[in-house]
C-alpha cells in the first residue's frame, strides 16, 4: 500500500514523529551518516585504489570529488530503506536544519534515487505535534550550498589528517592522528601550559583593615583595604608581568613584608575619616538564551557536566520532544516561546518581574549557521521541570534550560553600588588612604530566576556587600590592622568550559563540533583532566613544537579561524569548493600548500622534537618523550652527560617538572623502593617508591601469598616527600580508607585520599574535605554535619540555613529555611521547594513548609526514566496508509535534477 517515507537521522525520533504524523505516513531512521569517505584500505573500492589519491579518496587532480562508500555495516539498512521507498508515493528527508544534516539528506537522495515521486526537505527546529506538521505542510528544497560547505569541511579534513598524521607517525610516535581544528584546539591548552612554566611569581603586600563606624551604624564592622600610600597607589596583581616585575610606566608603590608591617605599626594609634563616598546605581541585564556553546559552558561550571555529556543529554532531550534543537548559534527565541516565559514569569514572580516589552537577543556570533532558536523548552507552553517526569541529567539539564529561557524575559536586577575612601596619618608620616566597595541588590529582576555560573571563582552576580551609611567627612576608628601578603598566579589552565570559550571568541572551528574536538583531544592522549583542569600531556608538546616548525600555517589560529570564514562563503553561495581546496592543499604564489610542504618535508629531528631542557640550558637535565612516556635524562657522577635516568609520573603536570622536582625524581626514581619498617601487626615490610602517579607508600608481601592477595598502598599527602616520609606516617596512610561510623541512616561513613584531594564518601554520595589532615580528625559528627548541607560543586561553602522549622511531619527531617540563588526555600535534606511570591522567611511557620514540600514530592519523579519507558509498547516501525493520497508534484523533483547536475562524478564512486 502506497505511503509518504519520512527518513530521519535517529529512531527516537523516528518513533516520534510517526506518533506525530499517523496513518499515511512511514517514518523510519538512517542510523545517522549513510555514505562517508572510506575509512580503511578494505572500504575503498578497488578502481581508486591504484590512483595516486587513493589513500585519499578524493581526486585532487579533477576538483577535489570526493569518493563515498556505504559503510558495511550500513548496506543492509539501506536495502532496507530501498524496499520501502518501492511502496512510497513521496518521499520526505527530515534530517536536521544544519550543514551535516543537509549533507545527510543529499546522501540519502543520491543513494536511494528515487524515480518518478516527489523528493521534499522536511525541516524543523523542535519535535512537538504542531511543529512536525507544519513541516511535513511547508516543505522546502534542498539546499545544496550547505551540502557544498559540508563537503568542503569533510574534504578539508581529510586531506589534513591523512597527509599530517603519517609525519607523526613517523617522527613522534605510531598511532598519532592530526586534525585541522584539534590540533589547533591542542595547540591552545599547551601554550596555556608553556605561559605557566615561563611565569614567575611576584611577591607583593599591602594592608587589611576592619573598620568601626560606630553603634549607630548598620553593619558596624566593615572590611577595607589600603589603596594608596602618599597619593601613589599601592601595587596588586595585575601591575606585574608573567616575568614578575613590575611592568613598565607602572606608577604603583611595591610594598614588602618589612614596609607593609611598619605601616600598621605606625597606624596603631591612627584615627581615620570618610573621605569620599561615591554611591551608582547598579543594573544587571538578563542573560541571552543559551546557544550550543554557552549551554556547554554552563552545564560544565553548574553541574560539573563534559561538553559531549551535555550534547549527549541534550540530543536525548530534543529527540523526546523537550527541547528545541541544540546545535545553535542563535540567540533568539520565537514570538510563542517569548509569550510562554512571560506568562510563566508572571505566575511564578509576579506581574512586577515581567518587563514591558518582550527582550529579544537578535545578535548571533560571527559565522552563524543557518537560522534556528535559541535552545529553550519545546513547545508554545513550557513544562516545569518538575512536571516533565524526567530524571539524572535529562532532569538537570531541562532545568537549567528552563530556568535560563525564563530569567531571559525577566525584568533588570537593579541596586547601588557604593564606594568609600577613608584616609588617616601614620606615625611614620605617610598618608594612607583604604578603600572599601559593596553592592545591594534592591531589586532581583531576573537573578530570583537564574544567575549565571563563573569561571575561576569569580564573584556571582547576585554577591552583595552591605556597608554602613556614611558621609564625607564622618571619624571612624580601625578596629584592627593587619599586613597581607599576596603573590601573583599563574595563567590558570583551561577548563571544558573556557576552552570552548576561548575557541568560539577566536573563532576556531564550528561551536557544534566543539564537544567532539575536546574528546579527541583527550581520547588520544593530548590532554588529561587533573580536576576540572585540562592539562597537556608532554606528547602534546611534541607534535605541536612539529606542527610549528613545519607546518606553520595550518596550526596558525588567524588561519583556521579564516577557513571558517571560507566554508560561510561557500555555504552562502560566494565562494567556490574546488578554488578553495585547491589553494589550500597545492597552495599558491603567496602561500605554500599543504602537498609541498609534505613532499618537501626534508630531515626532522625525531630526538630532538621529542627533548625538552628542565630549569633552564645549563642545568643538562632534559625530558624526553618516549614511546613508553616521558622520562628524564641528565648528568650521573661520572659526568657521564645522559647517564641518569628517571621516569616522570603521568599525572605530573609539565609546569610542576622544576629542577627541584627532577633533582627528587633522579634521587627516588620509579620502581626504587626505601624501606621505611615492619608493620607493627603484620611483620610485612613498608616501602615508599615513585610510581605513574606519583610517590607512595606500600607494603611487600611474602612470595608464598596467594595471588588473589593485594598490598594496601597509600599516596603520600601534598606534605610529604619521598626523603622525609616516616614508618608512623606510612602506617597512617596505609590505615585508609578510615570508617569514620554510621550515620543516621545507617549507612557507613568513610575517609578517603583520591586522585583529586580527601574526601568523605557515603554510598555513592561523596564531599570534598577541606584538608588531607582531615582524613584522621574529622568526627561522625563533623561528617553528618557536611552532608546535610547541599551538595555543593566547586569550592563554594554552603550557606547557614536563615531559620529552623522543626521536624517534617511527613520525612520526619528537620525543616529549616535557605537562601539560593534561585531565591528563599525549604529543604528537609530530601526535598527543596521554592518559597511562592506571598511567602516570606519571617513569617514562614512548619506547616506551610510542610505543605510546600508535599506539593513538592507530589511533582517530583517517581519512576526512573528507563522503567517508564519499558512499561511502553513499542510502536511498531511502521505505519500502514489508510487511503491512496494523490502525490503533487513538486519542486523538490527539480531539487533531484539539481543535485545529479552537480554530483555527477559521484555516482559511479558511491558504491564499494
Known amino acids: 500500500m502506497a505511503h509518504k517515507l519520512v527518513i530521519v537521522e ?12 499517523g496513518q499515511g505516513y512511514v517514518v523510519e531512521s538512517s542510523r545517522g551518516h549513510v555514505r562517508d569517505l572510506p575509512q580503511s584500505a578494505a572500504d575503498t573500492p578497488a578502481k581508486i585504489k591504484e590512483q595516486p589519491w587513493g589513500r585519499l579518496a578524493v581526486d585532487v587532480d579533477h576538483g577535489f570529488e570526493p569518493y563515498y562508500v556505504v559503510p558495511r555495516d550500513k548496506k543492509s539498512h539501506m536495502t532496507h530503506l530501498k524496499s520501502l521507498l518501492k511502496d512510497a508515493d513521496e518521499l520526505f528527508l527530515a534530517t536536521d536544519e544544519d550543514r551535516e544534516g543537509e549533507a545527510i539528506a543529499w546522501h540519502l537522495l543520491d543513494e536511494l534515487k528515487p524515480k518518478n515521486i516527489p523528493v521534499k526537505r522536511m525541516v524543523f527546529h523542535e519535535i512537538t505535534k504542531q511543529a512536525i506538521l507544519d513541516a511535513a505542510a511547508n516543505p522546502r528544497e534542498l539546499a545544496m550550498d550547505l551540502v557544498e560547505a559540508q563537503e568542503t569541511r569533510r574534504i578539508l579534513d581529510r586531506l589534513y589528517g591523512y597527509e599530517v598524521s603519517p609525519v607523526l607517525w613517523k617522527k613522534v610516535m605510531s598511532g598519532l592522528s592530526a586534525g585541522r581544528v584539534q590540533s589547533v584546539a591542542t595547540r591552545l591548552v599547551v601554550d596555556r601550559e608553556r605561559e ?11 594592608l587589611e583593615g576592619t573598620f568601626d563606624a560606630g553603634a549607630d551604624h548598620d553593619p558596624r564592622m566593615f572590611p577595607a583595604r589600603l589603596h594608596t600610600v602618599d597619593d601613589v597607589r599601592v601595587a596588586r596583581g595585575t601591575d606585574f608581568g608573567q616575568d614578575g616585575v613590575l611592568k613598565k610606566n607602572a606608577n604603583v608603590v611595591h610594598l614588602d613584608r618589612a614596609r607593609a608591617e611598619a605601616l600598621v605599626s605606625g597606624l596603631s594609634d591612627a584615627t581615620f575619616s570618610v573621605r569620599s563616598v561615591e554611591s551608582k546605581p547598579y543594573k544587571r541585564s538578563p542573560y541571552a538564551p543559551f546557544r550550543t556553546t554557552t549551554l556547554q559552558q554552563e552545564a560544565s561550571r553548574k553541574l ?38 512571560r506568562s510563566q514569569i508572571a505566575e511564578l514572580y509576579g506581574a512586577e518581574y515581567v518587563p514591558d516589552a518582550p527582550r529579544t537577543y537578535a545578535g548571533k556570533v560571527k559565522n552563524a549557521q543557518e537560522a534556528h532558536e535559541a535552545i529553550r523548552p519545546a513547545g508554545d507552553t513550557f513544562r516545569r521541570p518538575g512536571a516533565t517526569g524526567l530524571t539524572g541529567d535529562q532532569y538537570r539539564l531541562y532545568e537549567l534550560i528552563w530556568q535560563r529561557t525564563v530569567a531571559s524575559q525577566m525584568k533588570d536586577a537593579v541596586g547601588n553600588t557604593v564606594t568609600v575612601r577613608l584616609g588617616g596619618a601614620a606615625a611614620t608620616g605617610e598618608d594612607v588612604v583604604f578603600t572599601s566597595s559593596g553592592r545591594t541588590i534592591t531589586f532581583h529582576g531576573f537573578l530570583k530566576a537564574y544567575v549565571e555560573g563563573t569561571d575561576h571563582g569569580g564573584a556571582s552576580d547576585d554577591a552583595e556587600t552591605r556597608l554602613p551609611r556614611l558621609s564625607e567627612g564622618d571619624a571612624l576608628t580601625a578596629a584592627s590592622l593587619s599586613a597581607d601578603g599576596h603573590e601573583t598566579k599563574p595563567p590558570a589552565r583551561f577548563t571544558e568550559a573556557t576552552l570552548v570559550k576561548e575557541l ?26 587533573k580536576g576540572t583542569a585540562l592539562v597537556p600531556a608532554w606528547l602534546a608538546f611534541s607534535v605541536t613544537r612539529l606542527l610549528e616548525e613545519h607546518f606553520p600555517r595550518q596550526i596558525d589560529y588567524e588561519f583556521t579561524a579564516q577557513m571558517e570564514d571560507v566554508l560561510d562563503e561557500i555555504a552562502a553561495g560566494r565562494k567556490a569548493r574546488a578554488e578553495e581546496l585547491a589553494e589550500f592543499y597545492f597552495g599558491t604564489n603567496a602561500n605554500e600548500g599543504l602537498k609541498k610542504l609534505v613532499d618537501e618535508l626534508g630531515d626532522i629531528d625525531a630526538r630532538e622534537l621529542a627533548t625538552f631542557p628542565v630549569g633552564g640550558p645549563d642545568s643538562g637535565i632534559h625530558l624526553r618523550v618516549g614511546r613508553y612516556g616521558p622520562y628524564l635524562e641528565g648528568p650521573d657522577d661520572e659526568g657521564n652527560p645522559t647517564g641518569k635516568r628517571a621516569n616522570v609520573p603521568d599525572d605530573l603536570p609539565p609546569d610542576e617538572l622544576t629542577l627541584e622536582k627532577a633533582t627528587e625524581l633522579f634521587a627516588n626514581p620509579a620502581g626504587e623502593e626505601i624501606e621505611l619498617g615492619n608493620h607493627p601487626d603484620t611483620g610485612l615490610k613498608i616501602v615508599a617508591k615513585n610510581g605513574r602517579f606519583g610517590p607512595y607508600v606500600t607494603e611487600l608481601l611474602p612470595e608464598d601469598a596467594p595471588k588473589s592477595a593485594k598490598p594496601r598502598t597509600g599516596s603520600l599527602f601534598k606534605s610529604m616527600t619521598l626523603d622525609s616520609i616516616t614508618l608512623e606516617q606510612a602506617l597512617k596512610l596505609l590505615s585508609l580508607p578510615r570508617v569514620v561510623g554510621a550515620g543516621a541512616d545507617g549507612e557507613e561513613i568513610t575517609a578517603q585520599n583520591g586522585r583529586y584531594g580527601p574526601y568523605l ?32 560543586r566547586g569550592r563554594a561553602a554552603a550557606a547557614p540555613p536563615l531559620k529552623e522549622l ?7 527531617n528537620p525543616v529549616v529555611v535557605k537562601a539560593g540563588r534561585f531565591g528563599e526555600y525549604v529543604t528537609d535534606g530530601e526535598y527543596n521547594a521554592t518559597l511562592r511570591k506571598d511567602d516570606s522567611v519571617e513569617a514562614i511557620t512548619i506547616a506551610r513548609a510542610a505543605e510546600l514540600l508535599a506539593e513538592r514530592r507530589e511533582r517530583g519523579p517517581a519512576k526512573k526514566g528507563a522503567k517508564k519507558g519499558a512499561a511502553k509498547k513499542a510502536a511498531p516501525a511502521k505505519k500502514t496508509a489508510a487511503k491512496k493520497t494523490a502525490a503533487k508534484k513538486t519542486a523538490a523533483k527539480k531539487t533531484t535534477a539539481k543535485s545529479s547536475a552537480k554530483k555527477t562524478t559521484k555516482a559511479a564512486a558511491k558504491k564499494s
Open 10 to 21: 535517529s529512531p527516537t525520533k523516528a518513533q516520534k514523529i510517526g506518533d506525530y504524523l
Open 196 to 206: 605557566r612554566i615561563a611565569f614567575r611569581k611576584a611577591t607583593y603586600w599591602d
Open 304 to 341: 560539573g557536566m563534559s561538553a559531549s555529556t551535555t550534547m549527549s543529554v541534550a540530543q536525548r532531550l530534543y529527540e523526546n520532544g523537550f527541547i528545541t534543537y541544540m546545535r545553535t548559534d542563535s540567540s533568539t527565541l520565537s514570538g510563542d516561546a517569548i509569550n510562554a516565559a
Open 504 to 529: 568560539e571568541e577566536r573563532e576556531i572551528g564550528r561551536p557544534s563540533t566543539y564537544a567532539s574536538i575536546i574528546k579527541t583531544i583527550t581520547d588520544r592522549g593530548y590532554v588529561y583532566r
Open 761 to 792: 564518601k557515603k554510598g555513592a554520595d561523596s564531599r570534598s574535605l577541606a584538608s588531607e589532615d582531615q582524613l584522621f580528625t574529622v568526627t561522625l559528627e563533623e561528617a553528618e554535619k557536611i552532608y546535610a548541607q547541599p551538595k555543593q
Open 806 to 812: 522543626g521536624p517534617d511531619p511527613v520525612s520526619g
